[in-house]
Structures are given as C-alpha cells and as structure tokens.
C-alpha cells in the first residue's frame, strides 16, 4: 500500500507514538517502555518514543542478518535501482519531512529543515547510482595465474546518528552500505527518533524486510548493545568525541571497522583582498546561526585581516541582528531553537564563560514575544570579540549559536591560529588570490576546506575530520568502498 504524505506534524508523530521498526513492521519495546519527545520551541510532550534496549537490538540485528544473505546476493545493479527508489520516492515527501524534523529538532522549516529533507532524498538517489562502481581489480601477479580482487558486503552496519542533522546524516551511512549489499540497523538520537523512523517506514515500500531497521532508546541502553553485538560488523557514528571514544573502545574489543564523524571549531580565515560582502554572508551561512550554530562543521572561529576587522564586524552585527527568531514551523521564521534544555544550559554556561575570560560579548537578534513560546529553547546569537587564542570559548565545542572573531596581520599568522585546535574537520578561507587560496588549502589541518564559499555536506563531496573530529569519509564513492565492503583477493593457478 502506497504511503501519502501527512503534513499534520503533530497527527504524524503520533500514529508514530511508541514503535520501533523491525522485518517491515512498527513493533513497540519488548519491554513496554516509552519516553518522551519534546517539541523544543514549546517545551511541550509532542509523543513517546519507544526505549529500546538490548532485547531489542538482539530482535533486530537478527532480522538484519538473516535478511542480509538474499540481499547481499543480488545483483548490485539491482540493489541500486531500489536505493534510487527510495530517493525518488522520498522526494514525494519532502515536505512532510521538513515539517516533521522541524518539530521534533527545532529547526526552522524555510532555512533548515526543509533544505536538509531534499538532501536525504538526493543522497539515496545519488548512491543508488553508483552501485555499478562496487568493482575489483585484476593484478598482473604472475603469467600463469589470474589474480584478481572483489569487494564484499561488511554484513549487518550500526549506524548511530545525531540530533542536529538527522535525516542527511541517516542518508550517508544508509544509502552507501544498502547499496554494498549490507543490511542496516539504524539507533536514532532520543530528541529526533520521529523523523528518521518515519522515513524508514516510508523505504519499506520498496526494501524487503529486514534490510532496514530502526531502534529508539538512549546511549547507553541502546546504542551500547548495539556497537557490542558480535553480529554487527561495521559501526557508523556521528556524535561527540566523549562518546565516539566509546564508541570506538567498544568496536576495538571485536576488532571490527568504524567511522567517526566527531566535533569542530572550524577556521573561517578571511584575508585583506576578500569580498566583504561575499564573506559576511559567508560567516552567517558558515556558523549555520539558521541551525542555531548546532553543526559540527560551524565556522565559529573566525580570523579576520586587520586591515577588514571592524568593518566585517560591524557588518556581521547588523546582519544577523536581523534574523528573525521564533516558532520554527513559520515560514517567516530564521532562527529556531536549541535542542533541549540540558544543551541550552550548555550554551549559555560557555556565554558567560566568555564574558568572564574578558570577550566582548555582543548579543543579537531578538527573543520570540509568542505567549505560546514562553518555555521554548531559544538563544539569542552571540558574537565575541577580543577573544583570547586560548580561551575556553575559542577552543571547546559550543554547538550553539556562539562564534568567535579575531584580527589577524599576516597570511602565516593566520594559518597558525587556525591550525591551532584539537579538531580538524572543517575550514574555509576568503581571498581573490589564487596562491593565496592554494597555499591555505594545502596548509590548513582540515577535511574539508572551501575557498570562497561554505557549503553544507553534499552527494559525491568526500567528509570527514581529522585529529579529534574523526576517522573516515562520508558522502562519497570512496565511502561506500572503504568503508562498507571489504576487499577480497582471488588468486587461480592455470598451470
């Protein structure tokens, strides 16, 4: 039966309200639990997601398993064409989706959540397309042997995702493994567990069961047993660095592949000869301010030439001042809110930290005056200035609407500033130089640099970090190669 978009957030949520999806199926926990899923903007229950635990992940991951044999044996080009599917299919629901996520993260529809519910259904389509790519090798080893390599399927992938992105960053760890002929079972982040599961459920039209499946519950209940069964045989991850370490230490005791996408302070250097107006839109666009900063890629350390300082800053203020906080389903509105309280809490701690590591602090935008709102997680951006190097705000992960500015004097100063952090997933540099530009992205201790532009994660654009921002590519063929197969060598003696 065909599935029709429900643009109703609230009617969709519900008939969602306390389900796992397992063999094609809405099942509740096997042990009854539920907890529940805040709207942000309000404060307010919107439903119950169902706990699971290791009952569940032990249901699941066997039904992932036995699925994954039939699915594994398919012709990859078919596999595919059922990914693609998915995507086109997932088209259809853009709108609900946006509205779905924007509920349950906060996230404005118009700036954000519509945008990334495009994403995830371009980024089904765009690995579905590549499912001709999972080829070999042959290897001019000896005359008179044919030696040649395959790749094959890892088996049954834990992918765990996030609250802040969680329909692209479910894309990118389910799209290239379906097509490498795993099986997946997918643990969503408790503050977001409705959209992800609702696009599973919609998939189920065109997967068979047991390809997919989709777990709600929190880190340790859930997420813990998933990594530790001996029959997962792959984890992806996207989280913070405390739990990617144990994430990491988990997968170490069976020795069994990971990927890591983890934290950032990402470098926006902006150099004397930069468009100011290009790179003002830039710094707004890059901090992601529309995802209230909530990104690990935000470019909240900003290094701006002496020679441009006050102007940029002066500009920026008035820029972002003029985003318009509130109710995130509005189409009017810019800015949304924080995920959930312990995180607001987070976010205004680090202000006042600032504050008293002697930044200038320079508040902007403005709360939403909705009665209806009152209780709603909202922060209003900050931009520092006079920031210290090695202050905490300049060196420690806010994932909030916080950003950074300093004045730099030279080229090689300002690569040493950006250079100096214990993340490295994200830069970007602005000048119409082009040895400039060449020699920062050769320099800059980054994953992923633009030169003039700040661009969110994108289909066929390999991401990941390196340092304390992770280990492995996303987003990408290489993804799917390395790091859902595994190489196999064949070797036929013909003498």
Known sequence: MSIEPVLDPHKLVKELDGRHLI???????KNGKNFDVLNPATGKVIAQAAEGDADDVDFAVSVAKKAQKDWANRPARERGKLVAECGR??????????????????????????????????????FGGLASELKGETIPFNPNMMTLT?????????????????????????????????????KSAEDTPFTVLRVCQIMQQILPKGVLNILSGFGPGCGGPLVAHKDVKKVSFTGSVETGRTVYRAAAEKLIPVTLELGGKSPMIVMDDADLEKAIAGAIGGMRFTRQGQSCTASSRILVHESLHDEF?????????????????????DIGTIINRKQRDKVCGYI???????????????????PALADGMFVRPVVFTNVKPDARIAREEIFGPVACVFRFKTFDEAIELANDSDFGLAATVWTKDLKTALTATKRLEAGFVQVNQNLVVQPNLSYGGVKLSGL????????????FTHKKTIIMNME
């Open 23 to 29: 063999d094609g199926e809405l099942v509740p926990a």
């Open 89 to 126: 299919i997932l088209t259809q629901h853009v709108e609900e989706l946006g509205r779905l996520v924007a509920l349950e993260s906060g996230k404005a529809l118009r700036t954000e959540s519509r945008v990334e519910a495009s994403v995830l259904a371009d980024m089904f389509t765009f």
């Open 150 to 186: 395959t790749r094959e399927p890892v088996g049954v992938v834990g992918a765990i995702i996030p609250w802040n992105v969680p329909l692209l960053l479910m894309a990118i760890k389910v799209a290239p493994a379906l097509v490498a002929g795993n099986t997946v079972v997918v």
């Open 313 to 333: 800053v002066s500009r920026l203020l008035a820029k972002v001042n003029t985003l318009k906080m509130g109710d995130p389903l509005d189409e009017e509105t």
């Open 352 to 370: 006042e930290i600032g504050e008293q590591e002697g930044a200038t602090k320079n508040e902007l935008s403005a709360l939403p005056t909705d």
């Open 472 to 483: 492995g590519k996303e987003a990408s063929l290489e993804s799917m190669l390395e790091h």
